[in-house]
Antibody, heavy 128, light 106 residues
């Protein structure tokens, strides 16, 4: 059974940094793109970032571009989200998600795909 | 950026009734649209992908339709466990934006 387990959440002061991790298991992590999505308290889902299966490409939402960095270590089956210059409005539950499309030597099929598995989420609270 | 708009924000229905939720894209996303269900206090889960394909294990009372800019999620006969928030998301290009959600309440 595919598992995604986030960790690293907590309470942090405004302007500080935090790194989230997402440990993946029961699938070939290095063959799938991975995403981060967040949900502020009582609000809807906000897509944040994606990283290609091999880490070669990353794309960000405007709301976090320049402050957040997504990365991955395929040897450790782990996805990361480095969050810098945190603001109160970054307070949310952060989810990692696995893309459904398989990526191999010939590329990804399909190139864009939906999220078929989500982690349980990590709560980040930015407060003084 | 493609903007996804869902309607209504809240839909009040009774168990056993039919519910119809709508999602619009600001430009064509072809059939690259997914629906997710989020029950209270739970993680979102995939319901429908490619606009009309039910995910594994999703009951047949859930159906998706549409393409281009207009999409619909229909729940034919509401069960108690279906009262949740439903989100649409496109995956046509980056960013993969979500709609703001429709809360289905009793």
């Amino acid at each position: 059974q595919v598992q995604l387990v986030e960790s690293g959440g907590g309470v942090v002061l405004p302007g500080r940094s935090l790194r989230l991790s997402c440990a993946a298991s029961a699938f070939s992590f290095s063959n799938y793109g991975m995403h981060w999505v967040r949900q502020a308290p009582g609000k809807g889902l906000e897509w944040l970032a994606v990283i290609a299966y091999d880490g070669s490409i990353a794309y960000y939402a405007d709301s976090v571009k320049g402050r957040f960095t997504v990365s991955r270590d395929n040897s450790k089956n782990t996805l990361y989200l480095q969050m810098n210059s945190l603001r109160a409005e970054d307070t949310a539950v952060y989810y990692c998600g696995k893309e459904s499309g398989y990526c191999g030597a010939g590329g990804c099929v399909p190139y864009f795909s939906y999220l078929d598995y989500w982690g349980q989420g990590a709560l980040v609270s930015v407060s003084s | 950026e493609i903007v996804m708009t869902q309607s209504p924000a809240t839909l009040s229905v009774s168990p056993g009734e039919r519910a119809t939720l709508s999602c619009w894209a600001s430009q064509s996303v072809s059939s690259n649209l997914a629906w997710y269900q989020q029950r209270p206090g739970q993680v979102p889960s995939l319901l429908i992908n490619d606009a009309s394909t039910r995910a594994t294990g999703v009951p047949a009372r859930f159906s998706g339709s549409g393409s281009g800019t207009e999409f619909t999620l229909t729940i034919s006969s509401l069960q108690s466990e279906d009262f949740a928030v439903y989100y649409c998301q496109h995956y046509h290009n980056w960013p993969h934006t979500f709609g703001q959600g429709t809360k289905l309440e009793i």
